[in-house]
């Protein structure tokens, strides 16, 4: 009997392993051998933080926008984790605390020597540098023309740029991670309409996410999961945003041309022909989707080319899909998968 269910589960290794397609399996692999011997250390080595503040905060000409009410929570220093749960975090937070917990994940060492935390669950940490507080400070400074905002957003950036250096800490381990934050620092620009003429502070902390992001493309892509597409996204809007503002040189033209191709491609790949994702999930399915999204909307802003019409079109399947399971009355939709 030891022997049949031994080799059941060998049979069945072998059987994701296919599944999981032999690109895939290399392009991991080799992931983890450059883990292994320090190569992320040599290519992408911790260095300064960027220090100063990053957005201007002048109020001139910007037109007054809706706000949740909610954002004047940021001021008393409480984050709204997982857009459903508030957690008093301090101004600014301790960003290697879990506020559920209360443990505390490591700052110090390159990312690549730190381990997967098999044990805890990371996206605690990680929501807090996601920067999602970033885009809303940024909407209720423009709609209520209150300084502190302003002050809370440059305050808690460069508090945040000292305790992570670039490559240093939990907060770089991730590819996607990385990704959420350069969205999200382009996004608050827009916002603030300083996306024409920002702040050097700011291209250079978008600049050093790119980079962190390009050199592990290869392993995003190999999940065959939202980690790709988020990464293409944030490589082609950081791209299209340099190229905008004549910031463009040979590495953040590589960004622009990467990301298009990736998101070509995996949208492509991931998007089946009735519209579902790779990942059984409506939450993902929606991540995904918003991804996209925030893509298209600076492809037009920022006078890119249009995307291919397969793309578009397995896009379209994938929200018509999602929409055919959402409430138009509430937005609420089945929990379907993780």
Do not use: M
């Not at 459903?84 to 605390?97: A, E, I, Q, R």
């Not at 463009?248 to 994702?277: K, P």
């Amino acid at each position: 009997l030891e022997y049949i269910e031994g080799n059941n589960q060998v049979l069945a290794k072998l059987k994701t392993y296919y599944r999981l397609g032999l690109f895939n399996l290399f392009r991991v692999f080799f992931y983890r051998l450059q883990l292994k011997f320090g190569w992320f250390r040599f290519i992408l080595p911790v260095s300064k933080s960027i220090t100063g503040d990053f957005y201007n905060g002048d109020l001139t000409s910007k037109k007054s926008i809706n706000c949740p009410e909610y954002a004047s929570l940021l001021l008393e220093g409480k984050i709204r984790y997982f857009s459903h749960k508030f957690f008093d975090v301090g101004s600014p937070p301790n960003w290697f605390t879990d506020p559920e917990s209360g443990h505390i994940f490591p700052n110090d060492g390159h990312w690549s020597t730190i381990d997967d935390f098999s044990n805890v669950d990371i996206k605690l940490v990680w929501e807090a540098s996601r920067f999602q507080w970033l885009v809303l400070a940024s909407q209720g400074y423009v709609s209520s023309k209150n300084n502190a905002y302003i002050n809370l957003i440059n305050n808690w950036l460069e508090d945040w740029s000292k305790n992570n250096p670039t490559n240093q800490g939990v907060n770089w381990k991730c590819g996607q991670e990385a990704s959420f934050r350069v969205i999200n620092l382009i996004l608050s620009s827009y916002i603030l309409r300083e996306f024409k003429n920002p702040k050097l502070s700011l291209i250079q902390l978008v600049k050093e996410h790119c980079r962190r992001i390009y050199k592990t493309l290869h392993y995003a892509v190999g999940q065959d999961n939202n980690h790709a597409t988020s990464e293409a996204s944030a490589l082609f809007i950081a791209g299209a945003w340099l190229n905008f503002i004549a910031q463009s040189n040979i590495e953040s033209d590589e960004w622009l041309y990467l990301g298009r191709a990736t998101l070509e491609e995996r949208v492509n790949y991931l998007v089946l022909n009735d519209g579902t994702f790779s990942q059984y999930s409506t939450n993902y399915h929606r991540l995904f989707l918003d991804s996209i999204s925030i893509a298209e909307f600076f492809r037009v802003k920022f006078k890119q080319e249009q995307f291919t019409n397969i793309f578009k079109h397995k896009v379209n399947l994938a929200i018509d899909w999602i929409w055919q399971l959402t409430d138009e009355n509430t937005g609420n939709i089945p929990n379907l998968g993780a």
